[in-house]
């Protein structure tokens, strides 16, 4: 098995680009989802769960190799972070006051605390994050880490629990096989790694959990499914549309999951073509 791609997302739930290579530190890939958007009225970092237009945003590190980023938006203009009316652009993008953020340098908690619900009611709220109809099973949060629910993120990185995303080709394929009227592109499911799985079919990286393997110079340790929100519902451009199928597939057929999460044991470098072997 071989990495076939590397993603990297520098703002987070917007579209990212693929790499060659990629640095893994024990937070993540370096340079992953180091911005993140801020909304000002109701507090917290947001994602595409809570601003559907995000996914329809694309970012790309800025050429002059600083952290800043590139960031275009649905109508084709360019944004920098370091314009001086990013804000606004964004906020008038989004149609709410927004601010783009950086991860905080000191790692301060007040950075990661969440905003004000959406919905009076905590079920509604859980659901309409998820995606999830009333008749829909909720996913089995108690194998997460208890402290996801205490902050928009894990504190420390923008991630929503885990740094690492892993997907297999075969999974991909195995889901266009499944709803072949529906557009099953690898955008809608935002991996950090894709591996390619020749000789496998179906979602191999479900029996992946709790084993460790060897990527690049890196190790990593697969840790649960990763179960899927609404964000694999949202339309990311024109020729990926909104659609509801692909998610009645994942909980009826997968699970609730797509792709398994993963953590950085041993900090490395991980390129295409670097085989993914198990210890």
């Known amino acids: ?31 992953d989802r180091h911005w993140a958007i801020r909304d000002i009225e109701r507090g917290g970092i947001r994602g595409a769960k809570k601003i559907p237009l995000l996914m329809q945003c694309a970012a790309r590190p800025a050429s002059d190799g600083s952290a800043h980023v590139i960031i275009t938006l649905p109508n ?58 009333e008749s829909d099973p909720l996913p089995d949060f108690s ?41 099953v592109d690898i955008l809608r499911f935002r991996p950090s790694v894709v591996v390619d799985t020749p000789d496998e079919t179906g979602h191999p990286e479900f029996l992946w959990e709790g084993r460790k393997a060897q990527l690049g110079s890196a190790v990593v340790e697969f840790l649960k499914p990763c179960p899927r929100c609404v964000m694999i519902t949202r339309r990311v451009t024109q020729d990926i549309p909104e659609d509801r199928a692909i998610m009645r597939h994942v909980i009826r ?4 999951a797509v ?3 993963a953590s950085i044991v041993t900090p490395g470098k991980v390129s295409v073509g670097d085989t993914l072997t198990f210890l």
């Open 76 to 133: 084709g203009q360019e944004v920098s972070s370091q314009d001086a009316n990013v804000d606004d652009v964004l906020s008038t993008t989004f149609e709410r006051p927004v601010l783009l953020q950086s991860l905080p340098a000191e790692g301060s908690l007040g950075h990661f605390e969440p905003g004000v619900p959406d919905s009076h009611d905590m079920m509604t709220e859980i659901r309409q994050i998820l995606g999830r109809e």
């Open 253 to 256: 057929e997968l699970n609730q």
């Open 259 to 261: 792709g398994i999460y």
């Open 143 to 183: 194998a997460f880490p208890s402290n996801i629910s205490d902050f928009s993120t894990a504190p420390g990185t923008h991630y929503d629990c885990w740094p690492l995303l892993v997907m297999s080709s075969s999974a991909l394929g195995a889901i266009k096989n499944a709803v072949p009227d529906s557009v």
């Open 1 to 31: 098995m071989k990495v076939t791609q590397l993603w990297k997302y520098p703002v987070k739930s917007m579209i990212g680009s693929t790499t060659d290579s990629v640095s893994l530190s024990t937070l993540g890939i370096v340079g």
